[in-house]
């Protein structure tokens, strides 16, 4: 891949990464239609499909996120993808967690062992990094490894995940990456709920009830239409009318600066709003500028 992407860069070809975890859909193909119009012509889109086991917590469902690469492949040779770049977690992460076995543990040793992780230090603290400790340290790391080996010249990433999207422009920021960072809109179903690969794990009941999350935003949206409110008091509002669905359960709602994260203390027009929501077991993530 890295060759490759060294040609092209020679050659003047301009190139526009996706990077996803794979189990592609049209949210996904969305991104995808982005990459194709800003490459341009004579340029080149390469989508990453890499279920990166860092940004998983031990007890998430790295085990059980949905993988079907076939298909995967199938959508990008529709929509003209140069390449799908699939790694291996041993290309990635080469001799990770040989930290525990005693034959490494001598000091000479440390240095065969992979052990560099790429941190954002106050992003990340808030909302889904609360929740998931370690998550976006998996994230940005995996994030900064694709930009060098695909040496893109744009990458696009989805609002569905704003906080990571804007973590990830901070980090291409402080670090001098040469990588263009572009946020396309989030894709939604027809009756609001944002797409999603881990959708796939709802049940009937709880599909019905996933809707909760956009709702819960037009609810938002709403209150803050004519006046400014409290962010305490919406908050409280919001979280008793998402777990009047009786399989919902609240992680966080939160109301902040779309630009810098920080937490508002009064919400009006223009805020940002982030949400978490368990639908049983699955958790799933929306947000939206009210």
Known sequence: MQRLARRWRRQGVRVALVPTMGY?????????????????????????????????????DFSRYPRDLKRDLKLCRGEGVAVVFAPSDAEMYPRWGEATDPAMRDEDARPTRFSTLVTE????????????????????????????IV???????????????????????????????????????????????????????????????????QRARRAVRSKAVSAARLKAELKKFITS??????????????????????????THMALAVFLGKTRLIDNGQL
């Open 245 to 270: 669905e009786p399989l919902a359960r609240v992680d966080y709602v939160e109301f902040f600066d779309s630009d810098t994260l920080r937490p508002a203390v009064v919400v009006r027009r223009g």
């Open 121 to 148: 230090e106050n992003l990340s603290r808030l909302m889904e990094g609360a929740s998931r400790p370690a998550h976006f340290r998996g994230v940005t790391t995996v994030v900064a490894k694709l930009f060098n």
């Open 24 to 60: 592609l859909h049209t949210g996904h193909l969305s991104l995808v239609k982005r990459a194709r119009q800003l490459a341009g012509q004579h340029g080149q889109v390469v989508v990453s499909i890499y279920v990166n086991p860092t940004q998983f917590g031990p007890r998430e």
């Open 151 to 217: 040496l893109p010249d744009m990458a696009v990433f989805g609002a569905k995940d704003y906080q990571q999207a804007v973590i990830i422009k901070r980090m291409v920021a402080d670090l001098n990456f040469p990588v263009k960072i572009v946020v396309a809109p989030t894709v939604r179903e027809r009756d609001g709920l944002a797409m999603s690969s881990r959708n796939k794990y709802l049940s009937a009941d709880e599909r019905v009830q996933a809707t909760i999350l956009h709702r819960a935003i």
